[in-house]
């Protein structure tokens, strides 16, 4: 029996926002710390490595253009210790402009899931309200 089989490629990034997207709505300069997760998900079957990169257009800012200073609004990738790679972003550190590597796959390509956490803190003379994110995710073969 002659049997042939074709395995299609896949390489796809998928992403779980919390309800609203990288939203922080109602924030007063008295609040406590707020935090919103992404779950970042590459399927990947064609054994080369990948980045994930993170690309943000403009700071946390609200309908009026104020925007939350950067020593403020923070970002770091959590990596469970059963998936294969490595975040490339440890601990919390600024949200700055531009396109970032924030996820790094083994050297096999492996698939992988982990999670992008943006904290928020809110100080004294920050204007109150809504505040929103624009960033957007892509993935490359390194």
């Known amino acids: 029996v002659d049997l042939d089989i074709t395995i299609q490629p896949v390489f796809e990034l998928s992403l779980n926002y919390p309800s609203g997207g990288i939203d922080f709505a109602n924030l007063m300069p008295t609040m406590p710390e707020q935090v919103q997760g992404v779950v970042v998900t590459v399927r990947s079957n064609l054994g080369k490595p990948y980045s994930v990169i993170q690309d943000v257009s403009g700071g946390l800012s609200n309908q009026k253009g104020d925007e939350i ?74």
């Open 69 to 142: 200073k950067k020593e403020f609004f923070t970002f770091s990738t959590e990596v469970a210790d059963s998936q294969r790679g490595k975040g490339g972003v440890d601990q919390f550190i600024p949200v700055e402009k531009g396109s970032s590597p924030i996820f790094y796959s083994d050297n096999e390509g492996a698939s992988s899931t982990f999670k992008v956490i943006y904290r928020m803190i809110p100080y004294r003379d920050m204007q109150p309200g809504d505040y929103s994110l624009p960033v957007k995710y892509s993935l490359s073969e390194i």
